[in-house]
């Protein structure tokens, strides 16, 4: 079936634009998480939801980071006024339980702040 | 809080050759622990895992032994083939079983 997409796979943005990138989960999968990878680093856990509940934000660098999932199915995480060092690839999971299942990467976000 | 450290790399490899990167981990309790691999272009793909201490996690012959004494999951293949060049992460589940987090990675690249 299916994997988890995300889209655009890739953006450009000038500092101080807003942006969205948007995460289509696996059907079903009730668990989604982003992640924030900075090349050459491992992902680092942004925020996480169960159904529509945002249940854990504390990863969020900023307040110019916003994420919701109001359907409890796709994802939005919105960058206010991007600064460059909001650069990196934005990962998002998805995993079918609530807690201790597999998460399902998607292929990722660059985003790249000129 | 929970971290990962893994071995520096970049790692470079006859192929054939016997591979090992290192993993050791700092978390409270008993977290589930994780190889995910990266292959070019790609997204993150589970490799093995290991939800308790002791237990082998195996797959593509790769294998990793979760050990508590010494907190650590190192990542080991006895014939490395040009097709095994990706970047690995290691990662922990920690017990409120949400969120993953990472080691900073290691780049494996094997020539033929």
């Known amino acids: 079936g299916a994997g988890v997409s995300q889209s655009p796979r890739y953006k450009v943005a000038k500092r101080g634009q807003d942006v969205a990138l948007r995460c289509d989960p696996i059907s079903g999968h009730v668990s989604l998480f982003w992640y924030q990878q900075a090349l050459g680093q491992g992902p680092e856990f942004l925020t996480y939801f169960q159904n529509e509940a945002q249940l854990d934000k504390s990863g969020l660098p900023s307040d110019r980071f916003f994420a919701e999932r109001p359907e409890g199915s796709v994802s939005t995480l919105k960058i206010q006024r991007t600064q460059q060092e909001d650069s990196a690839v934005y990962l998002c999971?998805?995993?079918?339980?609530?807690?201790?299942?597999?998460?399902?990467f998607g292929p990722g976000t660059r985003l790249t702040v000129t | 809080g929970d971290s990962v450290t893994q071995m520096e790399g970049p790692v470079t490899l006859s192929e054939e050759a016997f591979l090992t990167i290192n993993c050791t981990y700092t978390a409270t309790g008993y977290p589930s622990l994780f190889w995910y691999v990266q292959y070019p272009g790609e997204g993150l793909q589970l490799l093995l895992k290991?939800?308790?201490?002791?237990d082998k996690g195996s797959n593509k012959g790769f294998e990793a032994t979760y050990r508590k004494e010494t907190t650590s999951f190192h990542l080991e293949k006895g014939s490395v083939q040009v097709s095994d060049s990706a970047v690995y992460f290691c990662a922990l589940r920690g017990t409120s079983g949400s969120r993953l987090t990472f080691g900073e990675g290691t780049q494996l690249t094997v020539n033929p």
């Open positions: 290991a939800t308790k201490a002791d």
């Open positions: 999971a998805s995993s079918l339980a609530r807690t201790g299942r597999e998460q399902y």
